[in-house]
């Protein structure tokens, strides 16, 4: 086919993307393609919140990625979910509204990365938010990212904020103001008792827009390149191979994995380890794939007497009923819970100046995601390691697009990460044993209350670490003078012209909380940055003639 010519290419319609096209084409005079390899969110459940249970997992929604064995976890090898539709993991993940600390983005500026400190951030959250407390110091109103506050609550819940603060975490109600600390219930992306994905809040208000087009079941295969400049891409849909031309930037906005695999296969990354898989190189750039970072969960499960949870009723047919009818009514209830409901976040040793803990509690227990819960009642106390010291990779196994990447996390590599996964596990044990929980006669299912030694409690760790799908990293930004950058502060590929990379890849370290919020405002700021280039690079090609 012939080319098509836009002014703007973007690679992925997920978290980052379809923020990227609503802002690109607010201009009219901006002509805007955006490529998604997978589908529609018209699925009922990309939209009921409870509906993760069956969207990971399922190839209709997610691409069923599993990472190499880990050393680290027994050796085992973990599904590694990534969201298959418009809207990409924020239609598939915990709805979880969590900005990080300031200090992450402070560390971003003293990196040399100017204009990331959370002075520089902080607005853009404020900016595209919707939250429900209103407009006021933190928060912003009429934005197209809503918040709202979870719409419904459970005893065992309640009872382990009581029993945190016992142990000496103090009660916090919005864990979005640059400090995360104390423990309370989560903001989720939600509006009315649905979901509120990307694809919802900023692709769908503006696919009416005769300047922005959007290709789905679009598997882009490689760049193209002039030289070292990126000119269009090549990508394969209904049985054909088409080429789309970009008369200014194409920007990659696949995520953590298929961002690096498509620089990777596009000939931008290590330039031995392409040449071994036939990959002519167009740039060095050895970064690419590496610097993978993770949130390690480890979920400690604890059996209750005398408390209502969900397993006993997700385990009845006349409650599966009640749950549906009390939904279909009034948008309430069991179905419209995030994979989450409670956080807490707190220190796992008086070695940090800030929380370096993450809490995910459930009134739930399952072996893992995509499975039924538990038969007997019970609930679980995920705890995460907020910034492992540990790094992986993400790399590409051979010459194909269609080949599924190699994905080694290396989960509790480090001393550091090991030291942190067991005293986690002893803090979550600090916790239970508060009055306000024992009261229902908690009995450790997970990892095991058996476990007693420092060597014990890591080899638990071992056996029940998985992931919480915040990959970040692969393609860092970082000045020239680092040779592991891939981007630089304005999103730019390191030594190619008219390529950025805009998601959650570009992360020089991870943030201190669930990262698709970040990964939101990465977006939304690299928008405004490829604008004013844009406006910079037309001002001078004027004063130029």
Not at 479 to 499: F, N, Y
Request: net charge positive.
């Amino acid at each position: 086919m012939a080319d098509d010519a836009f002014d703007y290419v973007v690679v992925g319609a997920g978290s980052a993307g379809c923020v990227l096209a609503n802002r690109l084409s607010k201009d009219p005079a901006n002509k805007v393609c955006l490529l998604e390899a997978g589908g529609k969110d018209n699925w009922i459940w990309f939209h009921i919140p409870v509906g993760y249970l069956f969207a990971i997992g399922n190839p209709r929604s997610d691409w069923m990625f599993t990472t190499e064995s880990e050393p680290g976890l027994n050796g085992r090898a973990l599904n590694y979910p990534r969201g298959k539709v418009i809207g990409g993991s924020s239609a598939i993940n915990a709805m979880i509204y969590m900005r990080g600390q300031r200090e992450d983005y402070d560390h971003w500026r003293q990196l040399g990365l100017e204009g990331w400190g959370w002075d520089d951030v902080r607005p853009i959250f404020r900016g595209h938010v919707d939250h429900y407390l209103g407009a006021g110091e933190h928060h912003g109103a009429g934005g197209e990212w809503r918040v709202e506050e979870p719409r419904m609550r459970w005893p065992i819940l309640d009872s382990f904020i009581e029993a945190a603060e016992q142990a000496g975490i103090p009660r916090s109600s919005d864990f979005n103001t640059g400090s995360n600390e104390g423990v309370g219930y989560f903001h989720v992306n939600q509006r009315g008792g649905r979901r509120w994905s990307s694809a919802r809040g900023f692709l769908k208000p503006a696919l009416k827009r005769p300047n922005l087009k959007l290709e789905i079941h679009a598997q882009v295969l490689r760049i193209l390149f002039e030289g070292r400049k990126a000119v269009g891409v090549e990508f394969r849909q209904g049985g054909f191979t088409r080429r789309i031309r970009a008369r200014r930037e194409i920007i990659l906005s696949s995520g953590a994995i298929a961002s690096p695999q498509l620089l990777q296969l596009s000939g931008v990354g290590d330039g031995d380890t392409l040449r071994r898989l036939g990959i002519d190189v167009v740039h060095h750039l050895p970064g690419v794939g590496a610097n993978l970072q993770d949130h390690l969960q480890l979920r400690p499960i604890y059996k209750v007497r005398g408390v209502r949870t969900l397993n006993e009723q997700y385990g009845s047919l006349f409650r599966k009923g009640y749950m549906a009818l009390e939904y279909a009514l009034f948008r309430r209830g069991p179905l419209t819970m995030a994979p989450s409901q409670l956080g807490a976040f707190t220190r796992s040793s008086p070695d940090y100046a800030t929380p370096n803990l993450q809490f995910h509690v459930q009134p739930l227990s399952l072996d893992k995601f995509g499975e039924a819960p538990h038969t007997f009642p019970a609930f679980t106390a995920s705890v995460c390691n907020l910034r492992p010291t540990s790094r992986g990779s993400v790399g590409i196994r051979q010459a194909d697009p269609f080949e599924k990447p190699s994905i080694r996390p290396n989960y509790l590599s480090t001393e550091e990460d090991q030291r942190v996964a067991v005293d986690s596990l002893r803090l979550v044990r600090h916790i239970v044993s508060q009055p306000a929980l024992q009261r229902f006669h908690p009995q450790e299912y997970r990892p095991g209350g058996d476990l007693v030694s420092d060597e014990q409690l890591l080899d638990g760790a071992r056996a029940i670490g998985t992931t919480i799908f915040h990959p970040v990293g692969t393609a860092k930004m970082g000045l020239g003078s680092d040779p592991m950058a891939v981007t630089d502060a304005r999103l730019r590929v390191h030594g190619i012209q008219g390529l950025r990379v805009v998601d959650a890849s570009v992360m020089p370290t991870i943030t201190s909380g669930n990262t698709n919020t970040p990964t939101i405002m990465i977006a939304d700021k690299g928008a405004t940055m490829i604008l004013e280039d844009a406006r910079a690079a037309a001002g001078m090609s004027g004063r130029a003639s």
